[in-house]
């Protein structure tokens, strides 16, 4: 039997860490679990990880010794440690080919896209949106997160979209010990129906099975959440989550963005969701 745990409690950790939101969440603690009752319970407890992240300070740190005007990313890919590659292409498209997990996608250039702690992630504190302390916050949430799980982020680096100190991000989920099927809707419904139990307010607009051009088979989960910023101000997280079951685990890919930038945003991601393709896996 497939395992479905650990991807959906700890991509609920990243949309609230990275969103940099203090929901309505109760940190109670939790009935001992049983076989029905785990995923609820792993869940909740990873959304009150998530909420102490946020509260953190801004590492002081992290900035580079050597600074660049800008994230570069070369012509031909460049491997790093935790296998994968950013690709600058001709067309102005970053292709990402992750090795580990075994596919890739192609990010326009409305994205920044960032490995933890690789090059494009300390230069991206140099850009002049890094002066916006919600951008900061942001990406001092990513800095800490595991790179073996967490393969990349994208984020949105407009200024003029920050909303309310929520800055627009995706965050690529690898999970190579977790499996979701993705033969019917169940376990999507199994993971969409232990949300409101752990984020009070959240409200799920819809659960699909969908596929791609070559017949690839994708989930969704839509959801809407109010919360309110670090910087005080009452917004309404607009979240997709969209899931692919991997030859070697489950992969999931978030949107987290407002209501205000929705329509603006989604059909980059989505775009960006029609160019996955499985690659062979490395060693």
């Known amino acids: 039997m497939k395992r479905q745990r650990g991807p959906f ?7 609230t860490a990275l969103a940099c939101v203090v929901p309505g969440l109760s940190t109670a603690s939790q ?3 049983t076989p029905d009752t785990r995923l609820g319970t792993m869940v909740a407890e990873t959304v009150s990880a998530a909420l102490e992240l946020t509260l953190q300070a801004v590492p002081t740190s992290t900035l580079p010794p050597t600074p660049t005007p800008e994230p570069t990313f070369t012509p031909t890919p460049q491997v790093v440690p935790a296998g994968s590659a950013l690709t600058k292409n001709d067309d102005g498209f970053i292709t990402f080919i992750d090795m580990k997990g075994g596919y890739q996608f192609a990010i326009s250039d409305a994205w920044l896209p960032l490995r933890i702690n690789e090059q494009e992630f300390l230069d991206a504190w140099l850009l002049p949106i890094a002066s916006d302390p919600a951008f900061q916050r942001l990406l001092g949430s990513v800095q800490n997160q595991d790179p073996a799980r967490f393969r990349l982020f994208a984020v949105d680096a407009n200024e003029e979209h920050i909303d309310g100190g929520f800055v627009t ?8 010990q977790e499996e979701l099927s993705l033969e019917d809707s169940d376990g999507l419904t199994q993971v969409a129906d232990a949300l409101p139990d752990s984020l009070p307010g959240i409200e799920v607009l819809a659960i699909q099975i969908n596929t791609l051009e070559d017949a ?23 979240q997709k989550q969209v899931f692919f079951d991997l030859p070697v685990g489950t992969l999931v890919v978030t949107l987290s963005t407002t ?18 393709t499985f690659v062979k896996t490395g060693e």
């Open 31 to 33: 009935p001992v679990p």
């Open 259 to 276: 209501e205000t930038w929705q329509e603006t945003i989604e059909p980059s991601f989505d775009e960006m969701i029609e160019t996955f």
């Open 9 to 15: 409690a700890a991509m609920l950790l990243l949309m």
């Open 169 to 176: 991000n995706i965050n690529f989920l690898w999970e190579d």
């Open 216 to 238: 690839t088979p994708f989930g969704v989960i839509t959801s809407r959440l109010p919360a309110t910023t670090l910087d005080g101000e009452d917004v309404v997280i607009a």
